[in-house]
């Protein structure tokens, strides 16, 4: 069975960082491409960022890149997602997920997890 869940959430004022952290079990995860999402209330869920099975390829959404860094470590099975210079429009529930296919769009991933919750005061 499959598990994929995150960690590292949770409130920080304008300017600090987080780091996320997502394990993933029940998978081969070193030939998965992994990815994470967010989604703020009354909105819906973007990308925010994605890694291939050996981590030599990225991509950012506009709105995080230069401030956000993913990477993952295969043997230990734990994506990261780095997040300095948080903004308040940076709140939100961030998902990790894992797909065959290196692609920024969250329909090319087939395991989530339950999410973990940023929150960014002004």
């Known amino acids: 069975q499959v598990q994929v869940v995150e960690s590292g959430g949770g409130l920080v004022q304008a300017g600090g960082s987080l780091r996320l952290s997502c394990t993933a079990s029940g998978l081969e995860f070193d030939v998965y491409a992994m990815g994470w999402f967010r989604q703020a209330p009354g909105k819906e869920r973007e990308g925010v960022s994605c890694i291939n099975w050996s981590g030599d390829s990225t991509y950012y959404a506009d709105s995080v890149k230069g401030r956000f860094t993913i990477s993952r470590d295969n043997p230990k099975n734990i994506l990261y997602l780095q997040m300095n210079s948080l903004k308040p429009e940076d709140s939100g529930m961030y998902y990790c997920?894992?797909?065959?296919?290196?692609?920024?769009?969250?329909?090319?991933?087939?395991?989530w997890g339950q999410g973990t919750q940023v929150t960014v005061s002004s």
């Open positions: 997920a894992a797909g065959r296919r290196f692609r920024a769009s969250q329909y090319e991933y087939t395991y």
